[in-house]
Nanobody, 125 residues
Framework: EVHFVESGGGLVQAGGSLRLSCVAS????????IGWFRQAPGKEREGVSC???????YYADSVKGRFTISSDIANNTVYLQMDSLKPEDTAVYSC???????????????????WGHGTQVTISS
């Protein structure tokens, strides 16, 4: 089982930036792809962005052009740089591993293999 340490969440004003980090233990980029999903109160979880060991990425339409995912394979770490943040980005952001970065879309039911407890991101208007 994969374990995660997520960090970087916080409260920022609209238009601001945050950088999330996730260190995954018992994890190998050879076996899984990794990324982030988010869940806002009362809403279904949403795959945000994922990446594989070759640098191929998926982004939800709602974050394209504003969020950038990157990874440090040697340290089993994935980052999510979030710029031009909007109030609708407010959610708990959780690290997730899947068999393919392409599975990161939607709610991930049946496709998200392991995930972390998440870090709160709050954007004020």
């Amino acid at each position: 089982e994969v374990h995660f340490v997520e960090s970087g969440g916080g409260l920022v004003q609209a238009g601001g930036s945050l950088r999330l980090s996730c260190v995954a233990s018992e994890f190998s980029f050879d076996d899984y792809d990794i990324g982030w999903f988010r869940q806002a109160p009362g809403k279904e979880r949403e795959g945000v962005s994922c990446i594989n060991k070759y640098g191929s990425t998926y982004y939800a339409d709602s974050v394209k052009g504003r969020f950038t995912i990157s990874s440090d394979i040697a340290n089993n770490t994935v980052y999510l740089q979030m710029d031009s943040l909007k109030p609708e980005d407010t959610a708990v952001y959780s690290c997730v591993v899947t068999r393919s970065y392409a599975f990161c879309r939607g709610n991930g039911n049946g496709l998200f293999k392991y995930w972390g407890h998440g870090t709160q991101v709050t954007i004020s208007s």
